[in-house]
């Protein structure tokens, strides 16, 4: 069994015993590695949907249950957990960093359906949701993957110059004579 089955094992064992009280970490979490996510969802409409409710709509069940999903865990606002779920078992580096061992303890990919359980017929808008449309409303992955490229560039030119220093080095360490 490789390490990383023995990862995904424990992590999920961990995950079922643990599963009912998942803990919701906040945003500024997701930041520390996300930057670009976040600096986009921050100037979205997801950020500031618990400030739209003034006055008494502020503390109304009803409305916070789409505008700060998870108030009762001290979260305001719709956050990055709202909708890829909480993530104190996902969120730690060498989890994060394998796709199906962070799904399986909890990461979600949201698609439309995940949209829908907000954006229905009960919420204010004058169109019917179009997902394709709003989905680009909110895109704070392309920064992601953008980055993503550039960092695989970057430690692509550092191999290649780590490959031409370690052929260059035995030549250059050769006595001369
Ligand atoms: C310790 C750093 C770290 C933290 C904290 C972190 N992530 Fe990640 N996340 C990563 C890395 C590394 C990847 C792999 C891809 C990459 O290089 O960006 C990733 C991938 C993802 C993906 C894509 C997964 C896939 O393969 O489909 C999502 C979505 C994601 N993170 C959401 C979050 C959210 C939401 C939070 C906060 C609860 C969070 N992350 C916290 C480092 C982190
Ligand atoms: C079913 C989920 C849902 C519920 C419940 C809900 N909202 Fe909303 N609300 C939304 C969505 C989604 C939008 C964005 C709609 C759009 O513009 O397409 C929105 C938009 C708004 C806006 C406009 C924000 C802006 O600046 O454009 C206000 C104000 C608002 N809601 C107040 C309330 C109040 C007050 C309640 C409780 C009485 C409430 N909402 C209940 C989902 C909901
Ligand atoms: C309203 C729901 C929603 C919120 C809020 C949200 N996301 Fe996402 N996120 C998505 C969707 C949907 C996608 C995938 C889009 C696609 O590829 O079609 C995505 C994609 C991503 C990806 C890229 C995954 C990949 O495959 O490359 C990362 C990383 C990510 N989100 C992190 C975050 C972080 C960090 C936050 C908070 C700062 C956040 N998201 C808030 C819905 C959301
Ligand atoms: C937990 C509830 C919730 C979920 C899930 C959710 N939204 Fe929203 N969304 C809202 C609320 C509430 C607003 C209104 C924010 C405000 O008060 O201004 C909103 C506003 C928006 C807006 C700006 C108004 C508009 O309609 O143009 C877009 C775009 C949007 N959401 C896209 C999405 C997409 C795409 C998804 C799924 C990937 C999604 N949302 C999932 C609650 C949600």
Redesign the pocket.
């Known amino acids: 069994m490789s390490a990383r089955w023995l990862i995904l094992a424990v992590a999920m064992l961990l995950f079922g015993s643990a599963a009912d009280a998942q803990s919701y970490l906040g945003?500024e979490t997701?930041?520390a590695c996300?930057a670009e996510?976040?600096e986009v969802?921050?100037a979205g409409p997801?950020a500031r949907a618990t400030v739209s409710l003034t006055g008494r709509s502020a503390k109304d069940g009803r409305c916070l249950g789409c505008h700060s999903p998870q108030q009762d865990k001290g979260l305001a606002q719709?956050?990055?957990e709202?909708?890829?779920g909480p993530g104190q078992f996902y969120s730690p580096a060498y989890v994060m960093k394998d796709t199906e061992v962070s799904h399986a303890v909890g990461l979600e990919?949201?698609?439309e359906k995940?949209?829908r359980v907000c954006h229905d017929a009960s919420s204010p808008s004058l169109h019917p949701f179009d997902y394709k449309s709003k989905?680009k409303l909110?895109d704070?992955?392309t920064a992601?993957?953008e980055r993503r490229k550039s960092t695989r560039a970057q430690v692509r030119v550092l191999d290649e110059g780590l490959g031409l220093a370690l052929v260059a080095a035995p030549r250059s360490s050769a006595p001369s004579r």
């Open positions: 945003p997701c930041q996300h996510a976040y969802w921050k997801h719709v956050t990055c709202s909708c890829h990919s949201p698609g995940a949209c989905l909110i704070h992955w992601e993957r």
